[in-house]
């Protein structure tokens, strides 16, 4: 019989499954379960996008798109993040629609990495970075961010990581799964330090609509001299609830991006045709039902960021996103105990820290991309299990 570990590319063989999944599919096996360890929002797609998918279909407009998208598409994504966020795209030359943010971070790496080269991941973070820098046949290297410092990059912690075979930088802010943001004297402040050793920047805005207060999202590429060595990956998933329709683009130089269409044209040829319809209506129609729902996160996030603290489980308030991310060290449990335990006997599902990085034991990441009725039962679970934990010590 053929051995097919001797077939299988080593570098795909060296990562590992993701963290997120294995409690996710823990819940599903078990009945009662609270589940706060997916990011997928609760929300149905709004009608009136759902609609404008359901209406292409019925007009039977089933065909492929041009490889980068339709252009009515990309020219709403442009409009999208001038009138957002002050930057100007060119429709036809500097923006790629990708099937999910996902695909863009990915095409970025494989476009971008040549063998050896550095990528600077800022941990906590999402699970994909490292495993697909690996794939691309980079080197991930991480920085590790701490909840003194909200969890932000700051400018010292980029000089120190930075090295002769550094090509890249990955910004995942607002950030999953600490909720963490970065302010623009926070960018202002990196951003000379990557203009200096001159490197490129992979900035995830996936959740860019989701910020709290009166702190609103800042891209990198606004701040001087940015833009031109900035790839920008974002999406409809976490904004509009459209996390299954598989839909993101990237945005950035134009001479960049016709390399990575290559990819996405002999990898993918085109994203799929009915969301596209969907997400033009998303752009053009949108800005409520984001308001809508952000409105919603933000009466859950300081439900439980005040709940968790009040527990014992410091919490610092996360800004972006929907997670919250808080320190369970007080327990004397590991990150990855904690998890298994509080789902096996309290039948709540939360993420271990160490899913998004060595640097995250001693954390878990809760989502509150649930409804108020299960956050309020779950926040009574934990309440329960961590008294149950002290009287057993």
């Known amino acids: 019989m053929t051995d097919y570990q001797n077939v299988v590319n080593d570098r795909i063989k060296s990562v590992k499954p993701s963290g997120i999944r294995k409690f996710f599919d823990i819940a599903v096996e078990m009945d009662n379960v609270i589940s706060l360890s997916i990011g997928e929002p609760d929300f149905k797609t709004p009608w009136h996008i759902r609609e404008a998918g359901i209406t292409s279909l019925e007009q039977g407009k089933t065909w492929y798109t041009p490889n980068r998208g339709f252009i009515e598409l990309r020219r709403e994504i442009s409009n999208y993040y001038s009138r957002r966020f002050n930057i100007s795209y060119e429709p036809d030359t500097q923006v790629l629609v990708t099937v999910g943010g996902s695909e863009g971070i990915d095409l970025c790496f494989r476009t971008l990495l040549n063998y050896g080269d550095e990528v600077l991941i800022p941990e906590p973070s999402f699970v ?3 495993p697909l820098t690996v794939m691309a046949g980079g080197v991930p290297k991480t920085i ?7 969890f932000r990059l700051t400018a010292d912690e980029l000089e120190n990581a930075i090295t002769d075979k550094t090509k890249m930088v990955v910004l995942p802010y607002p950030n999953n799964p600490t909720g963490a943001i970065m302010e623009r004297k926070d960018l202002e402040e990196i951003a000379e330090v990557i203009k200096k050793h001159d ?5 995830d805005e996936i959740y860019g609509e989701l910020t709290y207060g009166d ?6 590429a606004e701040i001087d001299g940015m833009k031109e060595r900035t790839l920008i990956v974002s999406g409809f998933s976490k904004a509009y ?5 598989r839909l993101g683009y990237i945005l950035g130089p134009s001479e960049i991006l016709s390399y990575i269409t290559k990819l996405h044209q002999y990898g993918i040829m085109s994203s799929p045709t009915t969301a596209q319809y969907a997400a ?34 410091t919490c610092f308030e996360p800004l972006g ?17 904690f998890a298994t335990r509080l789902v096996k006997e309290k039948r709540v599902a939360v ?13 878990v990441r809760i989502s509150y991309a649930q409804s108020l009725k299960n956050i309020k039962i779950a926040l009574k679970r934990i309440e329960e299990f961590v008294k149950e934990l002290k009287n057993e010590g």
């Open 144 to 150: 590790k961010t701490v909840a003194e410092n909200n």
């Open 215 to 220: 702190r609103k999202h800042v891209s990198i």
């Open 351 to 363: 993420v271990p820290g160490t899913a998004f990085g060595d640097c995250g034991e001693g954390y």
């Open 321 to 337: 996103a929907f997670y919250t991310f808080p320190c369970i060290k007080s327990t004397g449990l590991s990150s990855d105990e």
């Open 128 to 130: 994909c970075y490292n």
């Open 280 to 313: 033009i209506e998303a752009l053009r129609n949108g800005d409520n039902d984001v308001m809508a729902m952000r409105s919603d996160y933000d009466i859950r996030r300081r439900l439980i960021v005040g709940k968790l603290n009040e527990i014992g489980l």
């Open 199 to 203: 490197i490129f920047v992979l900035s």
């Open 241 to 245: 609830a459209m996390t299954g329709w």
